[in-house]
Nanobody
Framework: QVQLVESGGGLVQAGGSLRLSCAASGSVSIIAAMAWYRQAPGKQRDFVAAATNGGTTNYHDSVKGRFTISRDNAKNTVSLQMNSLQPEDTAVYYC?????????WGQGTQVTVSS
């Protein structure tokens, strides 16, 4: 089992920045990649960004050039630096750890961007 705890959400004005962090504990040796997803009210949970243990990253088109995902494998953490935030980025952001067989979710952290 892997446990995930997110932090860093909050309220920010449009054009501002936030940094989310997620710390993994438990059976961290099984983690192959870590990712961020988000879910806006009334919408499905969508992929935002992912980073493998080897450093390969992938982003949803809507956040490319604005968001940066980074891993610290030694500390078992993943961060999401979010710049140029827009109201449409408002959502609950979830951290996900992926093993070869399943994914593990954090509890989520709210990000609200005011116009």
């Amino acid at each position: 089992q892997v446990q995930l705890v997110e932090s860093g959400g909050g309220l920010v004005q449009a054009g501002g920045s936030l940094r989310l962090s997620c710390a993994a504990s438990g059976s961290v040796s099984i983690i192959a990649a870590m990712a961020w997803y988000r879910q806006a009210p009334g919408k499905q949970r969508d992929f935002v960004a992912a980073a493998t243990n080897g450093g390969t990253t992938n982003y949803h088109d809507s956040v490319k050039g604005r968001f940066t995902i980074s891993r610290d494998n030694a500390k078992n953490t993943v961060s999401l630096q979010m710049n140029s935030l827009q109201p449409e980025d408002t959502a609950v952001y979830y951290c996900k750890a992926l093993s070869l067989s399943r994914g593990y979710w954090g509890q989520g952290t709210q990000v609200t961007v005011s116009s």
